[in-house]
């Protein structure tokens, strides 16, 4: 960024909050920000008791981050404690703590999971008969 560049927290949308607590029952986290130049950003979301953790990462000057509960590994966010920190490239990293509510199922998600499926079976199909096909999957 250029040396004029800052970001605070009032540069960050936090869709889904609500008196910083974020119900993963009713719904996910989407954290936006518009940037009025290109940045190389890391958004990590971390439970206080380490339990775990996620993070995302772009380049851009849009950033739009949907979050349902789910952790790099097992197990999933738990009710609790969290931090979310918004680091650009060369710059202070940024924090909000927050307390997650609920358990998500993943039924808000926004990502169509059936596309996704679909896709890699596709991958799969394509090419040589020595592939797996659709078929033998059901």
């Known amino acids: 960024p250029s040396d004029a ?24 986290l989407n954290v936006v920000a518009n940037f009025d130049e290109s940045i190389k950003w890391t958004l990590t979301i971390e439970a ?7 993070a995302y990462s772009g380049e851009g000057k ?17 009710p609790g ?3 979310l920190t ?4 060369c710059r202070d990293a ?5 307390t997650v509510q609920g358990a998500s199922n993943f039924t808000n998600s926004k990502r169509n999971w059936s596309n996704v499926f679909c896709s890699a079976v596709k991958a ?15």
């Open 124 to 138: 799969l199909t394509v090419g040589s008969e020595r592939n797996l096909h659709l078929s033998r999957l059901f």
């Open 94 to 98: 940024i924090s909000k703590e927050f």
């Open 62 to 78: 849009d950033v739009s981050v949907w979050w349902y509960g789910n952790s790099r590994k097992a197990p999933v966010f738990k």
């Open 48 to 54: 206080i008791d380490g339990s775990a953790s996620k």
């Open 86 to 89: 918004f680091k650009v490239q």
């Open 5 to 28: 560049f800052t970001v605070t927290l009032d540069d960050l949308t936090f869709n889904g909050m609500t008196g910083g607590v974020v119900n993963l029952s009713s719904g996910g």
């Open 81 to 83: 404690a969290c931090k």
